[in-house]
């Protein structure tokens, strides 16, 4: 049994960490769901020596905050993915679980009980470790293509009011190009080179292809969640462009 990193937490150890490699220390937040059916499955799962998964914190439907890896440790949370370049992202991270189930079941909202405690819990690692709002991250934003949580039913508008992540709300603006599959040339490669600016793992080719059209969907589920097509707008350009120089 360890004393838990943030004081309103219980404590449930994981077997399933090991040392963050390199002496590297946390400088980003992961936010993921666990897409399982309840809160308790997915803590027995995370706990299960045969699942080879874990986090740090998992927190609760109705807001319980459950430690199960010290931070000071390399949870198994986030797989392969990357940031601003780095992978391993496990070694440079702390993975908080929410409990929902998903996608697969539509998707359910988020509690606001449940909000409030991610907030808590995530202000306090912020304000511990120095992470910055930029560095508030989705799950889906390291591993575009591979994840999609916590999905666009999250509320990030809502944490970065509060103080936690980073966050840039606009009015839709009309007209314009809009970029999509097949298109190419400087529009394209201005809009690779910003979201790979940005943080996401994108190859600068100039063509609007599936990789590209991949990441853009999931800048969107997490910065214009009420219009996750895929295609770039002049509305997500500018979110992106906002979110940049803020």
Known sequence: MFEPDFSGAEVCPSPNFGGRRDGQKPDALILHYTGMETGESAQDWLCAPESEVSSHYLVHEDGRIVQMVREADRAWHAGR???QGRDDVNSWSIGIEIA???HPQNLPDFPEVQIKAVLELGLDICRRHGILAKRVLAHSDIAPGRKVDPGEKFPWEQLAAAGLGHFVAIAPIPGGRVLGSDDGGPAVLALQRLLQRY???IAITGIYDRQTQTVVREFQ???????VSGLADVTTCEILRKLLYN
Do not use: D, K, T
């Open 100 to 102: 929902n189930a998903g």
């Open 199 to 201: 943080g996401y793992g």
């Open 81 to 83: 993915g990357s940031w």
């Open 221 to 227: 589920r997490h910065f214009r969640p009420l219009e």
